[in-house]
């Protein structure tokens, strides 16, 4: 119920909600019940990069940007993404194809069934704006925050550290 006869417009938790979003450089407007979480709507939008394994914070295969910094999208709700500036792993691709850091991936094999890789990759693309100069012990500590049940996490780090040495060099 919207609250009609109350002073507070407040919504049911099953009531939809217009909620504006500018995702990899679009303006979206989505309407979503209160509950909804950041994850499901990008997911019921179409970015189907953005994956769900723990839906409570631990695993990090949700990793999106929010104004240029990674955040788990399963612990955010659809509402509080409203003004915000979203990036998901759409947005990495370049014109002919795989971006630079996607270029690394496959370069080092640093996937295997891959369900995790949208996550690792928006990570390491907030290292890559947040702290250009990051050495491998730095990437093996921001990269330990996700996890890959395939145990991939070498060549994780081994694309993480050729993506920042190709992003310092310009290529
Ligand atoms: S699905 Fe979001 S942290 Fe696991
Ligand atoms: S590649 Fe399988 S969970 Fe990461």
């Known amino acids: ?3 009609s006869g109350s002073p507070h417009p407040w919504l049911g938790p ?3 909600a ?3 979003l500018t995702v990899n450089g679009t303006a979206l407007e989505v309407r979503v019940p209160p509950r909804r979480t950041l994850a499901d709507a990008l997911r019921d939008a179409g970015c189907t990069s953005v ?3 723990c839906e409570h914070g631990v695993c990090g295969t949700c990793t999106i940007l929010l104004d ?3 955040v788990r999208s399963c612990l955010m709700l659809a509402v509080q993404g409203q003004g915000h500036h979203i990036e998901t792993v759409e947005s990495l691709a370049g014109g002919d194809g795989l971006g630079p850091l996607q270029q690394a991936f496959d370069d080092n094999d640093a996937l295997q069934c891959g369900f995790c890789t949208p996550g690792f990759l928006m990570l390491i693309e907030s290292l890559m704006r947040s702290e250009p100069g990051a050495g491998e012990e730095r990437v093996r500590e ?3 925050s996700n996890l890959c049940r395939c145990t991939g996490g070498g060549p994780v ?3 993480a550290q050729q993506a920042l040495a190709s992003n310092r060099d310009g290529r």
């Open 1 to 3: 119920m919207t609250g």
């Open 14 to 16: 099953d009531e939809a």
């Open 18 to 20: 217009p909620v504006a």
């Open 51 to 53: 994956r769900l394994g």
């Open 68 to 70: 240029g910094s990674a």
């Open 142 to 144: 921001v990269v330990s």
């Open 157 to 159: 780090v081994a694309a």
